[in-house]
Nanobody
Framework: QVQLVESGGGLVQPGGSLRLSCAASGSIFRINAMGWYRQAPGKQRELVALSRSPGGTNYADSVKGRFTISRDNVNDMLYLQMNSLKPEDTAVYYC?????????WGQGTQVTVSS
């Protein structure tokens, strides 16, 4: 079992920045990949950024060049640095961890980009 707790969401103006954090605990030594997903009202949940083990990242086209995913394996943390935020980035952001045969989610953190 893996537990994930997100933090760092909030209200920000267009063009601003936020950093999301995800604290992982439990059977984290078996995690194959961790990522960030988001879900806007009335839309399906979509992949934002993925960090694969032992290395490699993937980003949605809509966030390339603006968002950066990173992992701190010493402290079992996952981060998403979001710059140049746009109103269309408004969504609930979820942390995700994948093990063989299992998929874990955090509770989500709201990000609202508005003036």
């Amino acid at each position: 079992q893996v537990q994930l707790v997100e933090s760092g969401g909030g209200l920000v103006q267009p063009g601003g920045s936020l950093r999301l954090s995800c604290a992982a605990s439990g059977s984290i030594f078996r995690i194959n990949a961790m990522g960030w997903y988001r879900q806007a009202p009335g839309k399906q949940r979509e992949l934002v950024a993925l960090s694969r083990s032992p290395g490699g990242t993937n980003y949605a086209d809509s966030v390339k060049g603006r968002f950066t995913i990173s992992r701190d394996n010493v402290n079992d943390m996952l981060y998403l640095q979001m710059n140049s935020l746009k109103p269309e980035d408004t969504a609930v952001y979820y942390c995700n961890a994948v093990q063989t045969g299992a998929n874990y989610w955090g509770q989500g953190t709201q990000v609202t980009v508005s003036s």
